[in-house]
């Protein structure tokens, strides 16, 4: 199958830093990314959608300003945490869509946030 | 309200036996779903899927049930291997908009003992 990348895999920061997060889909152009977030024994939780050259459109109960979306190509979406807090620490993981067909959609290997 | 649920967070099975996931949906409007494996620290890999106008789809070792009118599926593996150990998400579309959108269960713990 495709290929998705995310870096870094893992970073520690303090509070009150911003850090970005990147999803990259390496052997294919992905018009639409999603990001997810996953809590320790949760379920993975749908972020936001992010479609190149568009706004990304934000779930229920997601910050906007506090987790800014780009998507600048088709094959690049990048997750930013602005003003990071403990409670942000998560597992935060891209997926990025091949085709229309739901078994396309692949996922990248995750980022491990700690917000100390 | 948790619209994928998956009641059991482990199971433990013995290899060469059979494993049996579940997965409960509260909205019978949901018109597809999936299971992912995941392992620790990465991203979840597509598994198997299932269209609601099916009730069992198979792919090798890995076969789906789906009981609309119960509102409940499940993923057998047969015969499990070790390697088969893992975190298993059911996942559906929801029925309103956006298609590709994936809601997750929980998950299971899968361990299957040499």
């Known amino acids: 199958g495709a290929v998705v990348s995310q870096h870094p895999s893992w970073v520690i920061c303090k509070s009150g830093t911003s850090v970005k997060i990147e999803c990259r889909s390496l052997?294919?152009?992905?018009?639409?990314m999603f990001w997810y977030r996953q809590f320790p024994k949760q379920s993975l939780m749908l972020m936001a959608t992010?479609?190149?050259?568009?706004?990304?459109?934000?779930e229920q109960g997601v910050e906007k300003d506090k987790f800014l979306i780009n998507h600048a190509s088709l094959t690049l979406s990048t997750l930013t945490v602005t003003s990071a807090h403990p409670e942000d620490s998560s597992f935060y993981i891209c997926s990025a869509i091949s085709g229309s067909w739901y078994n396309e959609q692949f996922f990248g290997p995750g980022t491990r946030l700690t917000v100390l | 309200d948790q619209q994928v649920k998956q009641n059991s967070p482990s199971l433990s099975v013995q290899e060469g036996r059979i494993s049996i996931l579940n997965c409960d949906y509260t909205n019978s409007m949901f018109d597809y779903f999936l299971w992912y494996k995941k392992y620790p620290a990465e991203g979840p890999t597509f598994l198997i899927s299932?269209?609601?106008?099916?009730d069992k789809n198979e792919d090798g070792r890995f076969t789906v049930f789906l009981n609309k009118s119960a509102k409940h599926l499940s993923l057998h593996i047969v015969p499990s291997q070790p390697g088969d150990s893992a975190v298993y998400f059911c996942a559906v579309t929801p029925p309103q908009g956006g298609s590709e959108k994936l809601v997750f269960g929980k998950g299971t713990k899968l361990t299957v003992n040499p």
């Open positions: 299932i269209s609601s106008i099916k």
């Open positions: 052997d294919f152009q992905a018009t639409t």
């Open positions: 992010s479609n190149e050259g568009s706004k990304a459109t934000y």
